[in-house]
């Protein structure tokens, strides 16, 4: 079982950063595809990027590449989002979740997050 905590959310103007954190819990966390989605209000979840367990390996929706790198540490058992030149269209909760299987967007994931919100002001 893995248990996962964001942190860094805020608020920040448009053309700005934010570094959200991912503190997971137990022995296993090297072990796990590690993904970032999102959820803006009224909208479906959405995936956003993608780690696999050694950080070889990364994949992002096309809207965000560029702008956000994803990363891990597995000796901290962190995942990590860089988020630079931050939008208005950005602003949502955050989630990151843990997969045993499968890579990417289509992971099964199987542990997630409670997110922290993101808000980006024009």
């Known amino acids: 079982h893995v248990q996962l905590v964001e942190s860094g959310g805020g608020l920040v103007q448009a053309g700005g950063s934010l570094r959200l954190s991912c503190a997971a819990s137990?022995?296993?966390?090297?072990?796990?595809?590690m993904g970032w989605f999102r959820q803006a209000p009224g909208k479906e979840r959405e995936f956003v990027a993608a780690?696999?367990?050694?950080?070889?390996?990364?994949s992002y929706v096309d809207y965000v590449k560029g702008r956000f790198t994803v990363s891990r540490d597995n000796a901290k058992n962190t995942l990590y989002l860089q988020m630079n030149n931050l939008k208005p269209e950005d602003t949502a909760v955050y989630i990151c979740?843990?997969?045993?299987?499968?890579?990417?967007?289509?992971?099964?994931?199987?542990?997630w997050g409670q997110g922290t919100q993101v808000t980006v002001s024009s």
């Open positions: 979740a843990a997969a045993s299987k499968g890579w990417g967007r289509t992971a099964e994931y199987d542990y």
């Open positions: 137990g022995r296993t966390f090297s072990s796990y595809v």
């Open positions: 780690i696999n367990s050694i950080g070889s390996a990364k």
